[in-house]
């Protein structure tokens, strides 16, 4: 980026030009991926679940015994103060915390007062207008090679890159991971499909998947819409024989799957159910943003 692009990111109480930026080599964050992270979307330069999203930061930081010395009112201050200083007005923000560094490289966690890393960047991105959005992407099956933690929101992102290169590879906009059969979730984002009887599914939660926030979101709005939701594991044959089937994150929204494998779902064209739940989901977030 050149000096009129340069973003002013924010590391450990300080709001510096990204250039400026440093972490240590040492930091666990990149020696042991020692870390957890957030990404929450950004429209008309306000933020969207923000509650949702730093209640689970709390929850990654808990399960991993990693502090988080910031609370909710500080960091959506902090947020707030690189959204303005950025003028961001439509994108993400991500926010990184890790164990920080004690100075060399060991495995045990190192003494209570080593200070954590806090790190966060602005990334402009046009979501609501969004072609994805629009015309849907297509998916390829990669094997779910994660590790059996993924309710954690980690920074060990190798397989899901890896997953995602895959799936390029075969020609496909993103990966969707499967485990003995059942789809898990996207690589980076929740799986969802409609089957020919109207019934709206995707997995229950628990250590397998990422318990989405705009997930949650869309089941409340999936409800008022009168919809009937079925929390359970669904095959990649079942899913190539539904309706509908999308995905959901902070960053796509709702965003229609139109080919598995490249077997078209449906008429091979984006579903009115993501149609409706995606433009219910802008809707409401605008209404709801901090
Ligand atoms: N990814 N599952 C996985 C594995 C994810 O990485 C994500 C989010 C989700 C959806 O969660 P949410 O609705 O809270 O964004 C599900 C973010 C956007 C990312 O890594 O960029």
Request: aromatic content about 6%; hydrophobic content about 45%; glycine content about 6%.
């Amino acid at each position: 980026m050149d000096e009129m692009t340069q973003r002013t990111v924010y590391v450990n109480g300080d709001y510096v030009a990204e250039r400026d930026a440093t972490v240590s080599i040492f930091d666990r964050g990149f020696l042991l991926a020692d870390g957890v992270y957030e990404v929450s979307s950004v429209l008309g330069g306000k933020l969207i679940d923000f509650p949702g999203h730093m209640g689970r930061l709390n929850r990654s930081a808990a399960a991993l015994e990693l502090a988080l010395p910031w609370d909710e009112e500080a960091l959506l201050a902090i947020h707030r103060e690189l959204i303005r200083r950025n003028a961001l007005d439509e994108g993400m923000v991500y926010l990184q915390l890790t164990r920080g560094s004690a100075g060399d490289r060991d495995f045990h966690y190192p003494d209570a007062d080593t200070q954590p890393t806090l790190v966060l960047f602005t990334q402009a991105k046009s979501l609501v207008d969004a072609r994805s959005g629009r015309e849907g992407i297509r998916v390829a099956t990669q094997p779910d090679w994660r590790w059996a933690r993924r309710d954690i929101k980690t920074v060990q992102l190798l397989y899901p890159a890896m997953a995602k290169m895959a799936a390029a590879a075969a020609g496909a906009d993103d990966a969707w991971l499967v485990e003995d059969g059942m789809v898990t979730e996207g690589a980076s984002n929740n799986a969802w499909m409609l089957t020919r009887d109207g019934a709206l599914v995707t997995r229950e939660l628990s250590p397998a998947i990422l318990p989405g926030i705009t997930r949650a979101v869309v089941m409340e709005l999936a409800e008022a819409l009168s919809l009937r939701i079925e929390e359970r594991a669904f095959s990649v044959e079942e899913a190539r024989e539904a309706r509908e089937c999308f995905v959901t994150s902070a960053s796509s929204f709702v965003t229609p799957v139109i080919a598995i494998d490249d077997v078209p779902i449906g008429d091979g064209r984006p579903g009115e159910v993501a149609r409706r739940l995606r433009a219910a989901y802008i809707e409401e977030s605008r209404r709801r943003a901090l």
